[in-house]
């Protein structure tokens, strides 16, 4: 669109060029060569072959013409130590059909691509494929997940395919909270709560549940359930999703530790809820001891399917911003998956020439729960897990994150930072940010808590294009608002607290109360 390293520095300019920009886009299309075409018609078929036929998706899917060969896109399963060393060479590899969530060393495993066969493919027609997709009702490519399918799950049938269309969720420019409240000209927040279950969650449980239904057909006695630990919102996905397919679910949940929205969720889809005397931590060894001796899969994120479903939000953004990369990406940290996921997707991205550089990461972390703070405090030197305290935060209520290899290199590699927010911090940040029109749970609190202290301190500049995870809805949080705004937390000032005024039932008291709270209406009487 433009040229490299420009941009237009406010999102109100860009309406000035987009017809100029269209015009250039249609004059581009004009001159895909005649084998592309065809790739991306084979891809995407027409809205009259949508419509024709059978109004089935999947029978649609099934008609649709086979990709070329050049898009015979392969991946598999490598050990993650092997990707942090940096080696290719490695003998030790899966099949994505293999149930296996450890490599013979003990450590995570990694979901490999073949990075020069995608490559093979112009980044031009990887930006167009990509964009003529998102949001179609075509089975499965309308996903914001699956309209990235050669690079999350390639190998896999269309018809295994388990989505409720999730992704395509909206990268919000808060633009009033950042001129008034932080001085900032390009303030984003991506609303991944705006989602099926209303968690980012669903971005990558639609690829594990899916590569379980596929699982479920070649291997039926491998896999007959599938379980996780949860701290609220993974067993809300899980649940949704296999209840979808027909899969039995099972959710391992801390006892009295999560909202009331989050655990309505999987009740209400039909999986085995256990309601455990313990915390996130102690559940997730039991569902692990669980998992390694049954047929039940491993649904929790050192299941690397998951991070190939959630780095899609990264990929998405830079489609968002017309693939331009933004200065800083800041992203709620527990159990730290989802931090890998951001980097991999823009890291994805990079090397197939989509972009030309990194954004800054930020894992912002809660002080009752903050190992990895603890660990960047002390220069990567020196990790102890801890024992994790009751936080407003809950879903990243973790001390033992099972995925903070892969998030020390995806900070390491783009020269990121570790901040932490404390209980109120979060909600406090949580509150000034909605009286701008958001609605924002507290994990999003933690992550606008560190966005001001690095506003403040200097390190996120004026015009730095920033971008904020929102990782759930507020909506299923609002226990944690309800006793904010009416002031019920012990120790908290609650300064941006907005509790109802009490009126008697007469014009003269209404009235006093609206003077008292808007004193320029005084004059009207």
């Known amino acids: 669109m433009f040229a490299s390293g420009t941009r237009l520095q406010h999102p109100r300019c860009v309406s000035s060029a987009a017809v100029r920009t269209c015009r250039l886009r249609v004059s581009a299309a004009q001159g895909v060569n005649q084998m592309e075409a065809q790739s991306a018609a084979d891809a995407t078929p027409t809205p009259q072959e949508q419509h024709n036929g059978s109004s089935n998706p999947r029978q649609k899917a099934q008609q649709r013409a086979p990709l070329d060969s050049k898009d015979a896109f392969k991946s598999k399963y490598v050990p993650f130590n092997s990707v942090k060393a940096g080696r290719t060479d490695d003998t030790e590899q899966y099949s994505l059909d293999d149930v296996v969530y450890r490599s013979q060393d003990g450590g995570l495993l990694d979901v490999q691509h073949d990075i020069e066969a995608l490559q093979q493919v112009d980044a031009a027609e990887w930006k167009r494929r990509f964009d003529s997709r998102s949001g179609r009702t075509a089975w499965p490519y309308g996903s914001g ?6 690079w999350v799950l390639p190998q896999i049938s269309d018809d295994d ?6 992704g395509n ?18 303030l984003w927040v991506k609303q991944c709560g705006n989602s099926h279950t209303g968690s980012f969650k669903d971005l990558g449980m639609t690829v594990l549940v899916s590569q379980v239904n596929r699982l479920r057909k070649i291997k039926p006695d491998a896999v007959q359930a599938v379980g996780c630990a949860s701290t609220g919102d993974t067993s809300a996905a899980l649940s949704a999703y296999c209840a979808a397919a027909g899969i039995p679910s099972i959710v391992f949940l801390p006892a009295d530790k999560i909202s009331l929205a989050q655990l309505v969720q999987p009740i209400a889809n039909g999986a085995l809820v256990l309601s455990i005397d313990t915390d996130f931590d102690g559940c997730m060894k039991l569902i692990k001891d669980v998992t390694a001796d049954s047929p039940i899969y ?6 690397s399917l998951r991070l190939e479903g959630q780095k899609t939000a990264a990929i998405e953004i830079c489609q968002q911003f017309d693939w331009e990369v933004p200065d800083w990406v800041i992203i709620p940290g527990g159990n730290l998956g989802n931090i890998y996921a951001f980097y991999k997707g823009f890291k994805m991205c990079q090397d197939v020439g989509l972009i030309n550089k990194m954004p800054r990461m930020v894992c912002a972390q809660a002080h009752n729960a903050n190992p990895l703070y603890r660990a960047y405090k002390k220069g990567w030197e020196h990790y102890e897990p801890v024992k994790a305290q009751t936080t407003f935060a809950s879903a990243i209520q973790i001390g033992d994150p099972v995925s903070l290899d892969r998030a020390i290199m995806a900070l390491t590699e783009t020269n990121g930072i570790v901040e932490e927010a404390t209980e109120e911090e979060m909600m406090d940040a949580a509150a000034r940010a909605d009286l701008t029109g958001m609605f924002n749970d507290p994990h999003t609190g933690v992550a606008i808590a560190a966005l001001i202290k690095l506003r403040e301190n200097g390190t996120i500049g004026k015009t730095d294009r920033t971008v904020v995870v929102s990782t759930a809805h507020g909506l299923k949080f609002t226990q944690s608002k309800v006793a904010y705004h009416s002031k019920q937390i012990e120790g908290f000032s609650g300064h941006y607290a907005n509790p109802p005024t009490p009126v008697k039932e007469n014009f003269g008291s209404v009235m006093d109360a609206i003077r008292q709270q808007f004193p320029s209406m005084k004059k009207y009487t």
């Open 161 to 166: 395919v388990v989505s409720m269309f999730e």
């Open 298 to 303: 491993l649904a929790n994120s050192m299941n």
């Open 145 to 150: 997940v699956w309209s990235k399918k050669e």
């Open 169 to 186: 969720s909206n990268l919000f420019w808060a633009e009033r909270f950042g001129r008034e409240s932080l001085n900032m000209t390009e």
